[in-house]
């Protein structure tokens, strides 16, 4: 049985997508919508790696259009899209340096609601950074079990000190930055030959429980720049309950002796309620052998 979980926590504002991979020169639009609520201001604000937050934009719902702060103020490259509902930031022409998170806000008085926030990751294939990032694409991991995730960074001729961080994306819980190392030393190694080091970060996550399932992403900041890698999508498997994602692929195994004449595979769905009865189970495929 597959088991999905979803958002819980309420919120005045809302952003739809927490990560964006997207690439140098594109055009970006990051969402927020509202419903009607008291709330009459609405914020943008962006955060890049390790800094405080900037206030990006001000929008008043009474009136037509918002107002940009400080370094966004009379930028060309950001806008506001407004209307009943909404109040989206469009960017264009993205560069290296757009890659952060992205926050949008709404206030009453002296109350100041925050939504999940989008991280933003801005790939430029010509970055003199010269990084890369390696994860694995998934982990598999029974109740109780301890995991560890590998993320290696292999940095170039930057020479600047890096920083790794850790997100975590999953449908049951707010994304969110949920641990941070600098670049020690002794994790990092010398390549021959070459002006590379190879670094290896490691994130333990010990007593596994539905909690943790999601896709975890590694992210290095240095010399200006930010680059992730690809995820790596954990899941949790107990035997009985396989919990997923919506929009993932589930494989389910069934063994069989070679007595075996037909195999059945059947589908049950939940009851509605602790009160209603169980459903009869259904036939979804039959093959025989």
């Known amino acids: 049985m597959a088991q999905t979980k979803s958002p819980k926590v309420f919120s005045s504002v809302r952003q739809e997508k927490h990560f964006l991979f997207v690439k140098a020169g594109d055009n970006l639009t990051l969402q927020c919508f509202y419903e009607d609520v008291v709330d009459a201001r609405f914020y943008w604000y962006r955060q890049h790696l ?7 934009s001000t929008f008043y719902k009474y ?7 400080d370094e966004f103020k009379n930028n060309p490259r950001f806008r506001l899209e407004t209307a009943k509902g909404k109040n989206h930031l469009k960017i264009r022409d993205l560069r290296t340096s757009d890659s952060a998170i992205y926050f949008c806000a709404s206030s009453y008085l002296y109350r100041l609601d925050f939504a999940e926030g989008t991280t933003v990751n801005v790939e430029h294939p ?11 694409a998934s982990e598999i991991a029974q109740p109780g079990d301890s995991v560890t995730l590998n993320c290696t960074v292999e940095t170039g001729s930057c020479g600047g000190e890096h920083s790794v961080y850790w997100f975590k994306n999953s449908e049951d819980s707010q994304p969110g930055l949920i641990h941070s190392q600098g670049g020690e030393e002794e994790l990092c190694k010398n390549k021959t030959n070459v002006q590379t080091r190879s670094c290896v970060y490691k994130l333990p996550i010990r007593n596994m429980n539905a909690s943790h399932a999601g896709t975890y992403y590694c992210a290095v900041a240095s010399c200006g720049y930010i680059l992730f890698g690809k995820g790596t999508k954990l899941n949790l498997n107990d035997g009985d309950v396989i919990y ?7 494989t389910l195994h069934c063994f069989y002796s070679s007595s075996a004449k037909h195999l059945s595979w059947y589908k049950q769905i939940p009851a509605a309620s602790l009160s209603s009865t169980n459903q009869t189970p259904s036939l979804s495929n039959e093959e025989a052998l």
């Open 126 to 136: 010509s970055s003199k950074l010269h990084t890369l990032v390696y994860q694995s």
């Open 50 to 56: 390790g800094q405080k937050p900037k206030l990006i």
């Open 63 to 69: 009136e037509t259009n918002g107002i940009f702060h």
């Open 244 to 250: 997923a994602n919506f929009g993932d692929n589930v």
